[in-house]
């Protein structure tokens, strides 16, 4: 009898190590999607500018208007994945959300105009749109202890996509067809894709939760009045960085300093370098410093205000390529509060409603960088006086850039004034504390 008992203990031991292992592989596969995502988020039209510009013979707002596109599809797809996430479960999001990955990676290198690319990235958007948030919902279900750090080290390990995209491919581009290229990425991301159902099969999946798919959990997040001013800080505020990064970055230093594409494109590189090392960084420290999370959120946006400012300064001295690729930095390094502003919400609303509000939180960042894409584009070819055409490739003034700078830094002061209105958690959940709040300042008439 005893026997038989240790065997039995000894088997659930076995069983339960093994699923520790698969739900590890489960996991380091989806990063390895959440990889390309970061390729195709960043990469597009960032680093491809030119080539972009030159293909179609688009002009700057058409071109900008391909990341818009992509930024709108993939906000709006933040908030179907969390309500999937939070219905289905993380893995079969990402199972779904990875397909159309696929294939919109395969389409947008192989068309002809620029609708079909729009196409193409109509579903990539899609696609990278589910599986950030299912990944974030992953985490929560195999590392609940860990979160904050566990999801620092992954967002850092994705951003190795965006460092691809930045200097190497503007070398590769030198030498190979950007379409053959992109090819190449839709097949690795197949592969990917491959990885993770396999191993999704191994893992014992929890089962779809019962209750019907409602808007309620949005409700609920957009009731709260610390969430609302999460959603400028940690939403709004992300924009700046990836205006930056996807969009102009690369294309200010070859315009304004007559950088060369391989140093623009190393830039860049740097500075998704310098924000998965934020991410990880601020991850650890929060939770070294008893789960602070107010002091990083004013570090970051700060230092985008700064480097907004400096960016402005720099172009009425005609500051030189070191210069500006410290301003980029600057910008970058704010883009490490993804784990507190995602650590905060969760600690913001009810614990069953984590991927609901994550998508509320992601949703707002990406329709803000859409929004201040597309204002971009159009603030460059409104403030293009004196633009020259160079070999096909037209060259934006100074006054193109510092128009943008000037929207870069309504958005960083905005962010900073919202975070001064939140309330400090230190890893707590203060949903129920804010309710009784809420209905005390309602009695008194408040």
């Keep these: 009898m005893m026997v038989n008992k240790m065997l039995r203990q000894n088997a659930v031991k076995d069983s339960s190590a093994m699923q520790k292992k698969w739900n590890w592989w489960l996991l380091a596969t989806a990063v390895v999607i959440y990889f390309f995502v970061n390729f195709q988020r960043s990469s597009i039209p960032g680093t491809i500018f030119n080539e972009l510009q030159s293909a179609f013979n688009a002009s700057a707002a058409q071109v900008t208007n391909i990341s818009a596109v992509f930024m709108y599809v993939y906000a709006v797809t933040q908030l179907i994945a969390g309500l999937a996430a939070d219905k289905f479960g993380g893995a079969r999001t990402i199972l779904w959300g990875a397909l159309l990955l696929c294939i919109g ?39 609940p202890e860990k979160f904050t750090s566990v999801l620092g080290s992954v967002i850092l390990l994705g951003y190795a996509g965006s460092i691809v995209g930045g200097l190497p491919l503007s070398k590769a581009v030198e030498y190979v067809s950007w379409r053959w290229i992109f090819v190449a990425v839709a097949v690795l991301t197949l592969l990917g894709y491959l990885g993770f159902i396999y191993c999704k099969k191994q893992v014992a999946i929890p089962p779809v939760r019962k209750e019907k798919l409602s808007i309620l959990p949005f409700v609920v997040v957009m009731r709260s009045r610390n969430c609302r001013w999460l959603l400028i800080a940690g939403g709004v505020g992300y924009a700046v960085y990836y205006l930056m990064l996807a969009v102009i970055g690369k294309k200010l230093l070859e315009d304004i300093c007559s950088t060369s594409p391989a140093v623009a494109g190393g830039c860049v590189s740097l500075m998704v370098i310098v924000a998965g090392a934020m991410n990880y960084l601020v991850g650890y420290l929060s939770t070294r410093f008893g789960n602070l999370r107010k002091p990083f959120l004013y570090i970051t946006l700060s230092s985008c205000l700064l480097g907004a400012v400096m960016g402005l300064i720099g172009l009425q001295l005609k500051a030189g390529t070191w210069y500006f690729i410290v301003v980029m930095q600057l910008i970058a390094a704010s883009a490490g509060f993804s784990p507190v502003t995602n650590s905060l919400i969760r600690e913001y609303t009810p614990s069953q409603y984590t991927g609901s509000g994550s998508s509320v939180l992601n949703f707002v960042a990406y329709l803000a960088v859409a929004i201040c894409g597309n204002l ?26 510092a128009a943008v700078l000037i ?18 958690t230190r890893g707590k959940n203060i949903y129920k504390q804010e309710k009784l709040q809420l209905k005390a300042r309602r009695k008194k008439g408040v």
């Design 105 to 143: 990676s395969l389409i947008f290198p192989v068309c002809s105009n620029l609708g079909l690319l729009l196409l193409g990235r109509v579903l990539v958007g899609l696609g990278c749109g589910a599986i950030f948030l299912a990944i974030v919902k992953e985490i929560d279900r195999i590392y």
């Design 376 to 401: 971009a584009g159009w603030l460059m070819d409104v403030f293009s006086a004196g633009k020259v055409v160079k070999d096909g490739v037209v060259i934006y003034p100074a006054s193109s850039y």
């Design 407 to 424: 929207l870069s830094m309504v958005i960083a002061v905005s962010a900073l004034a919202a975070a001064m209105m939140l309330p400090e």
